[in-house]
């Protein structure tokens, strides 16, 4: 198992990191809450999971241990794959996912793509002796998809500056995405930045 990997940002796209390692460039998945704090050419450290399939390798990559082993126990739960897996995390923190099974607060899960009412009961269920208590100091909903210590709006631009778009580009395509934005902030409270990000490089894309 590679449980981490460290070295100079050769590259970065919308999920994608690539890191250079012993002159070997090591392309890895990860939520945009991660590639925001990467930039190309310094260095950095992600801790890391390698999925093995019959015709895959895959590395996924994380800010930290503890992303990386909440990752992998969402896994053991019937139904969660690596990109389920993943998407939970780039919606929310581990503790706000820990607290989330804790309280068996459905709505916190349903709020990540691809989980319903119904996948959300089966995972509370699941995932109730596997997680844990939370380990530090947090409050529902705080995550990656909401605003912590960081708005959804300083998210989205640090990770398009992270991918090479001027600030200006950056300025332009949060603004365009903002009633996106604040139409899910009005229906759960959360601002969901992997789709916010998606959006705004096809804005981006299109003015090119």
Not at 5 to 16: Q, R
Not at 28 to 34: D, K, L, Y
Not at 114 to 140: C, F, M, N, Y
Not at 151 to 177: H, N
């Amino acid at each position: 198992m590679i449980a981490f990997i460290s070295g100079p940002v050769a590259a970065l796209a919308p999920t994608t990191a690539v890191i250079e390692v012993g002159g070997i460039g090591m392309a890895v998945q990860c939520a945009p809450g991660t590639l925001a704090a990467l930039r190309v050419g310094q260095e950095a450290r992600l801790a890391t999971s390698l999925v093995v399939r019959e015709d895959s390798l895959t590395l996924y990559g994380f800010a930290d241990d503890d992303e990386r082993q909440v990752f992998e126990l969402l896994q053991t739960a019937s139904g969660v794959g690596p990109r389920l897996a993943q998407a939970m995390l780039a919606t929310h923190t581990p503790d706000a996912l820990r607290l989330a099974v804790a309280t068996g607060d459905e709505k916190a899960l349903t709020a990540v793509s691809g989980i319903g009412k119904k996948g959300a009961q089966k995972l509370l269920l699941e995932l109730k002796d596997r997680l844990g208590e939370p380990v530090g100091s947090h409050t529902p909903g705080q995550g990656i998809g909401t605003a912590v210590s960081v708005s959804w709006r300083d998210q989205l631009q640090a990770a398009l500056i992270g991918l090479g778009y001027a600030t200006r580009e950056a300025d332009e395509a949060v603004a365009a995405v903002a009633p996106q934005a604040e139409e899910a902030l009005a229906a759960d409270g959360r601002a969901p930045v992997p789709q916010l990000l998606r959006a705004a490089l096809q804005t981006l894309n299109r003015a090119r």
